[in-house]
């Protein structure tokens, strides 16, 4: 965190907290629905995002 730019860590945490919010609401919709194969994918492509977005992250030069 402290090698990129007070910006860079910004809308990276913007974007990780809308992420985390998808992920939260189809998850509490798969209670309702928990056979629910859309959501599952759903739930498993939004986690993969995630994941994919921190790797983004941590290969980010210093200073950006």
Not at 26 to 44: C, F, H, M, Y
Request: charged share 25%.
């Amino acid at each position: 965190r402290g090698s990129i730019s007070a910006e860079t860590v910004r809308v990276i945490e913007v974007n990780l907290a809308i992420i985390d919010e998808a992920i939260r609401t189809s998850k509490e919709a798969l209670v309702s629905d928990p056979g629910n194969q859309n959501l599952i994918r759903t739930v498993t492509a939004m986690y993969q995002e995630k994941v994919a977005l921190l790797q983004r992250a941590a290969d980010l030069p210093s200073g950006s």
